[in-house]
């Protein structure tokens, strides 16, 4: 199939359809919340602690520092991807990456892998589906309450408007 559509130019991976599933939805509830709560968590503590909001999300993700990161990444490695980094910021990521080693986050990803797995997501998704969304609903409300929502808007109208 990949062959008819043209997709093999750089080359294919070859990987069972349940696989190929289980690995998206993988991405989507065990390391993409992860990453969703590293970038509020850090927010917080640092407007907590006085950075005003316009730097600390700036700095953190409207930069594209980050995701500059992710890409070189994808094309290099995540090894390689610290090359063009600082020294600085090669021995920081570094020597600090062992501090956030917590055998919970694997047990959590185990955890949500097994929901995967034996379907029990999928249940919970049907259930969700058949009943209009009313829980994701809900997430949505909660997460629009995100008590610096607002001021990250008025960030990203505010560099839109220098950059225009």
Do not use: C
């Not at 991976?13 to 989507?28: A, G, H, K, M, V």
């Not at 955890?111 to 969304?133: G, H, M």
């Amino acid at each position: 199939m990949a062959k008819a559509a043209g997709a093999l130019k750089v080359g294919a991976i070859e990987t069972r359809f349940e696989q190929e599933t289980e690995l998206d939805l993988f991405l989507q509830q065990a390391v993409l919340p992860v990453l969703h709560h590293v970038v509020i968590t850090a927010a917080e503590l640092l407007m907590k602690l006085g950075y005003p909001p316009e730097a600390v999300f700036t700095e953190l993700y409207l930069s594209g520092e980050t995701s500059d990161y992710l890409r070189a990444a994808a094309v290099r490695g995540l090894l390689k991807a610290l090359d063009p980094r600082s020294l600085t910021a090669q021995y920081g990521i570094l020597s600090r990456y062992e501090r956030f080693n917590d055998l919970k986050l694997e047990r959590l990803m185990e955890i949500t892998l097994e929901e995967i797995r034996s379907s029990k997501f999928a249940q919970e998704w049907s259930k969700e589906f058949n009943a209009d969304y009313p829980r994701l609903r809900n997430l949505l409300k909660a997460a629009a309450r995100w008590t610096h929502g607002e001021l990250e808007q008025q960030t990203i109208d505010a560099l839109q408007r220098d950059g225009d």
